[in-house]
C-alpha cells in the first residue's frame, strides 16, 4: 500500500461540499492499494453548450483524483500536495452517463509526485488521458 493513510471512501466523500468537484458531482467509488477510482456525471453541469463533456470538468475530475491521491501519501502534519502541471487528452466524446476516472502513480519523490489519471465512459472506453504533477510543500497550519 502506498497510502501514508488510507481513509475509507465514505470519509473522503464526506468531506466539505463547498469545492468544485462537489458542485460537480464527483465521488470517490474506490480506494486500492495503488489507486484511486471515482466517477462525476456527465450532464447540465459538465456539458459545453453544444451538449458534450467539456474537456476543463474532465481536467477537473482528473486533478481532483490525483490531488486527493497525493495528500494521502504524504504526512498531513507535515505536507500538502497541490496541483503543479496537468495536460489532458481528450480522445472521445462523452453526451451522457458517467465517466469514471482511475489514478494511479508514475512517480512518488519527496518534492513532487506525477499521476496518470485515464477516464472511461459507461461502456468502459477511454474517453481522456491526463497526467497531473503535484508539488509537494509545507502543510498549512
Given at each position: ?10 470519509e ?6 463547498n ?5 460537480l458531482?464527483?465521488?470517490?467509488t474506490?480506494i486500492g492499494?495503488?489507486?484511486i ?5 456527465v450532464?447540465?453541469?459538465t456539458?459545453?453548450p453544444?451538449?458534450i463533456?467539456h474537456?476543463?470538468a474532465?481536467?477537473v ?15 498531513p502534519?507535515?505536507?500538502?500536495g ?14 451522457s452517463g ?5 489514478c494511479t502513480?508514475i512517480?512518488?519523490g519527496?518534492?513532487?509526485?506525477v499521476?496518470?489519471?485515464?477516464l472511461?465512459n459507461?461502456?468502459g472506453k477511454?474517453?481522456c488521458?491526463?497526467?497531473?504533477t503535484?508539488?509537494v510543500?509545507?502543510?498549512?497550519k
Amino acid at each position: 500500500m502506498i497510502w501514508f493513510t488510507q481513509p475509507s471512501v465514505e470519509e473522503i466523500n464526506n468531506r466539505p461540499k463547498n469545492h468544485i468537484g462537489a458542485l460537480l458531482g464527483i465521488e470517490i467509488t474506490e480506494i486500492g492499494d495503488d489507486f484511486i477510482k471515482g466517477t462525476m456525471p456527465v450532464d447540465q453541469r459538465t456539458h459545453q453548450p453544444v451538449g458534450i463533456l467539456h474537456g476543463g470538468a474532465s481536467v477537473v475530475l482528473a486533478e481532483t483524483l490525483g490531488s486527493i491521491a497525493s495528500n494521502l501519501v504524504l504526512n498531513p502534519d507535515r505536507n500538502m500536495g497541490v496541483g503543479l502541471e496537468i495536460n489532458a487528452n481528450h480522445l472521445r466524446m462523452v453526451k451522457s452517463g458517467l465517466v469514471t476516472g482511475i489514478c494511479t502513480p508514475i512517480h512518488i519523490g519527496g518534492k513532487t509526485h506525477v499521476w496518470d489519471i485515464k477516464l472511461y465512459n459507461d461502456a468502459g472506453k477511454i474517453t481522456c488521458v491526463s497526467r497531473l504533477t503535484v508539488a509537494v510543500v509545507p502543510a498549512v497550519k
